[in-house]
């Protein structure tokens, strides 16, 4: 039997019997026993209702646990083992976008009258065959009638007729399911008309019926969107996924007034709008906008007339081709950029295409940041040069925010009970085992809430960390003796990893604590593609062995395995390869598998050969950012940096500009330290070594003075490493700004050789205004002297200007300058040798002087930068993040 994929797994033969005939069509597998299809299909009244997947040969009984007639759908639910076992929960979707020339690829798996085939040499006996239909859908097609119109694209039956048996099938677009056939239109050869998701998850009872199954309320995610926006993650019994804020397992406390703020910043009149939320991890940001999104996608009753919202969170390797489908979106949307401090690159794609004027609706971006020190206010000044919009709004959540004047006691005990609300969801959903214990999970004793509601104020996320830890210890009590919460939530997502591995190794081949480091290596470099997987893969393996010594390659089905492991175990919310295990999960496994190696195992996986350059910086950027907690984690990544610093060492520097002031000088010390250990040893580069040593040198200088290093990273590495590099808006200096003077970093010969041209410049122009004074060429008596000051300090007006760095281009001054200092130079060389005439074998007196001026002049502002500093934006300092494992559990 052919090899059958994709949405076709999920297609489903629909009978009903009784009443003297049969009712025959399709219907779509939400979830392992549950299937949706068309209520005129099923017809459950009088008849008995059966279903049939496509591994089976016998129809299964099923019962109806919802159905709607004016929609005319119905959810009908079968033995979960007979009917699409193991397969996962579908993700809903709809379409936002209305551009036609980006629209995508829909499809419907069916069984049409048309394809009833004979079987076999029985005349008598026939079967119907799938059928796969390919399209597209004009989101504007039947909107009044409220229905999605499917334009067919390939072969047609030749009468309409032959349709019938595709009623009740599943439309999926980019692996979401956005409608249910529901007519053919016998008016339109090639349409077919289906009822969209949206008004599924409208209806009363729907959600509720598919959490019930699946343990998970089902959500609206935008299909054309969706290789820019990531979705919820797939709900499965594991630590991860519990403690996903994406997940929305533990309901919002607080923070009711940013709710409201923000949605009422996202519904003012302008077209398009970019605001920051920022504040330390574990507060709450992202849990707080995803139901930020959920309350945008329900207006409130007296909102009815709005449109509903759509939006998400910005995936972290988008298609910058694909930030145009935003301008034609015929919904509102809020696209949110977590980590945007770290994103300047896709922001400024992304701003590039929704700042011109475009037919699409509004548009609200908002920037999701950890730094607390200016990052905010000089992206607002780069933003509004952009015409992004007012960009005057800024969210700001504080540890405080999420308690509202709730006692820790209260937060630890709300979020027990909804933990264990959903673990009993995903347990009814046949997600747990014969080891979950039933019962009433929320009965569990406060083990680990006690001891953190005696140590004082945390952020929201510990408490939670201790609500799930005691659950789970509750549910399995083989997790008792561990004293830390944390090691709770390891020991279970373990035990989630390994029930997937058994089921694809063989007996006795799980290696728990390798599969522990393709975890780490998975979250670490993530993989877009299924290549980058198999980098991932390969370099996690041959780290965890690095303490073995040489050993054979890995066996190719051996790594295969290990992808599909890891892919199953975290499958991606964004079209990527794979997802990955969430923070601080994933902080916590990283330092077990740290210390397991002797803190050698991120330093052996960032100098893998196999790994491309885009997941050494994912890989550095994590690790700078979690080592804020714990900073022997930067060890490893200091010493591979140090180990390959033409490579390794500017993407290092740009991790620093993540973090907070003391953060990053605490990296950049790090990094500063593995260099010069490093370059001390037998055989090292010293030329590359002191390169190296600069490059570090000037990004503390930058970080110390407030600034991040991005700025200065290209002038140390342009010639002479004057930092003469254009400005981060473009070359316009802002009408406001606080300015402090940095130096740069360059070698002692640079700094020499520039100073001394330099200098005889000076003494040269000095000496000859100084002549042509005592010769009264200028003037009559005293008034001749007043031009030294006045040559001489036009020259040093002029280095100072163009020295600092901060040009304003549109100004008259900055290009007349130069050729004018250069004009007052020749003439005063030429007056001077007027008196003083040169040998008659010299060239004509102007031309020695622009000779020797044009050098001089060109010296002269890269010297005054070198000695005074360069105008940079000043950022003030702040404080460090709390550390997780410091908490007195």
């Not at 489903?12 to 026993?33: D, N, R």
């Not at 979250?523 to 370099?539: E, H, M, N, P, Y």
């Not at 077990?592 to 196999?610: A, I, K, P, R």
């Not at 002029?798 to 290009?815: P, V």
Request: aromatic share 8%.
């Amino acid at each position: 039997m052919p090899m059958i994929g994709g949405s076709e797994r999920r297609t489903v033969e629909v009978q009903g019997t009784g009443s003297g005939e049969e009712s025959y069509g399709t219907g779509y597998l939400i979830a392992p026993g549950l299937v949706l299809t068309a209520l005129h299909v099923a017809q459950p009244t009088p008849r008995q209702v059966a279903v049939r997947d496509l591994v089976h040969t016998e129809f299964t009984p099923a019962r109806v646990v919802w159905s709607d007639p004016r929609l005319d759908a119905v959810l009908l639910e079968a033995d979960r083992d007979l009917v699409g076992a193991g397969m996962s929960t579908v993700r809903f979707g709809e379409l936002v976008c209305s551009d036609p020339g980006h629209r995508p690829h829909c499809t419907i798996s069916g069984f049409p009258k048309a394809m009833r085939r004979k079987a076999g040499a029985d005349p008598e006996r026939f079967v119907d065959d799938l059928k796969t239909v390919d399209g597209t859908i004009a989101p504007h097609t039947g909107s009044r009638s409220m229905l999605y119109g499917f334009e067919v694209s390939g072969a047609l039956p030749r009468f309409y007729e032959n349709w019938k048996g595709l009623s009740g099938a599943g439309v999926t677009c980019q692996g979401l399911l956005v409608g249910l056939v529901r007519t053919v239109d016998k008016q339109w050869d090639r349409s077919l008309m289906a009822l969209p998701a949206s008004q599924l998850l409208a209806a009363d009872g729907f959600s509720s019926a598919v959490a019930e199954h699946t343990g998970m309320l089902p959500r609206l995610q935008a299909a054309d969107l969706r290789l820019l926006l990531h979705g919820p993650p797939e709900p499965v019994l594991s630590s991860s996924y519990l403690l996903d804020p994406h997940a929305r397992t533990v309901a919002l406390t607080g923070m009711s007034h940013l709710i409201d703020e923000i949605a009422a910043w996202c519904r003012t009149a302008h077209r398009v709008d970019v605001a920051a939320l920022t504040g330390l991890g574990g507060t709450g940001k992202t849990r707080l906008l995803a139901e930020v999104l959920q309350r945008l996608a329900a207006p409130l009753p007296e909102e009815e007339d709005q449109r509903p919202w759509s939006g998400g969170f910005l995936t972290d390797r988008p298609p910058s081709t694909g930030y145009g489908l935003l301008t034609s979106s015929h919904y509102p949307l809020l696209v949110i950029v977590d980590l945007a401090e770290s994103r300047n690159g896709q922001l400024a794609d992304l701003i590039a295409a929704l700042a011109p004027q475009h037919d699409g609706h509004t548009v609200r971006v908002l920037l999701l940041a950890r730094r607390r020190d200016g990052w905010w206010p000089s992206k607002q000044r780069e933003l509004r040069a952009l015409h992004a919009g007012p960009i005057t709004r800024t969210f700001t959540v504080s540890p405080d925010d999420a308690y509202d004047g709730q006692p820790g006691a209260d937060i630890y005990e709300s979020a027990k009970a909804d933990f264990a609300h959903r673990i009993e969801q995903l347990r009814l959903a046949g997600q747990a085992d014969e080891s979950w214990r039933e019962g009433a999970l929320a009965d569990a004793p406060n083990g680990y809430g006690a001891r953190i509601a005696n140590s004082g104020p945390h952020p929201v996320i510990y408490h939670h960390i201790a609500a799930l830890a005691d659950v789970l210890v509750h549910s399995n009590p083989t997790f008792a003796d561990r004293d830390h919460p944390m090691d709770v939530l390891l020991a279970h997502e373990e035990n989630y990893v390994r029930k997937i591995a058994e089921a694809r190794l063989p007996h006795g081949a799980v290696d728990t604590k390798l599969i522990r480091s393709l975890i780490t290596a998975q979250f670490l470099a993530g993989a877009a593609t299924a290549r980058d997987g198999q980098s991932v893969i390969r370099a996690g393996y041959d780290a965890h062995h690095s303490g073995y010594g040489p050993s054979a390659p890995p066996d190719r089905q051996v790594l295969a395995a290990l992808d599909d492991i890891l892919t199953a175990a975290y499958p991606s919310t964004n079209g990527a390869h794979w997802g990955a295990v969430g923070e601080p999960l994933a902080a916590a496994l990283l330092t077990e598998v740290e210390t397991d190696s002797g803190h050698e195992f991120v330093e052996q996986f960032l100098q893998h050969e196999t790994l491309k350059p885009a997941q050494r910086t994912q890989t550095l950027h994590v690790v700078a950012r979690v080592s804020i907690e714990d900073p022997a984690l930067a060890e490893g990544a200091h010493r591979a940096v140090a180990a390959a610093p033409d490579e390794l060492l500017p993407l290092a520097v740009l991790a620093a500009a993540e973090l907070d002031t003391d953060d990053a000088a605490h990296w950049l010390d790090g990094t500063r330290h593995a260099v010069s250990v490093r370059a001390a040893q037998p055989g090292a580069d010293t030329a590359v070594y002191e390169r190296a040593a600069d490059l570090v040198q000037h990004a503390q200088d930058c970080v110390a003075a407030g600034i991040s290093p991005t700025t200065l990273l290209d002038d140390t590495n342009t010639g002479a490493g004057t930092g003469d590099t254009e400005p981060s808006d473009g070359g316009k200096s802002p009408a406001r700004r606080d300015y402090i003077l940095v130096k740069p970093a360059v070698k002692w010969q640079v700094r020499l050789l520039l100073t001394t041209v330099s200098n005889l410049y000076l003494l040269a122009i000095t000496a000859s205004t100084v002549g042509v004074a005592y010769s009264n060429g200028l003037g009559e008596g005293w008034v001749g002297w007043l031009y030294i000051p006045a040559h001489v300090g036009f020259s040093m007006i002029f280095a100072a200007y163009w020295g600092s760095g901060r040009l304003d281009w549109t100004a008259g001054a900055t290009w007349i300058g130069p050729p004018l200092v250069v004009l007052m130079d020749v003439c005063m060389g030429a007056l001077f040798h007027d008196a003083w005439p040169l040998p008659s074998y010299f060239p004509p007196a102007w031309l020695v002087w622009l000779a020797f001026c044009v050098p001089g002049i060109a010296c002269l502002p890269f010297t005054y930068r070198i000695w005074f500093g360069r105008l940079q934006p000043r950022t003030p300092a702040q404080g460090d993040a709390p550390s997780l494992r410091n908490v007195p559990w």
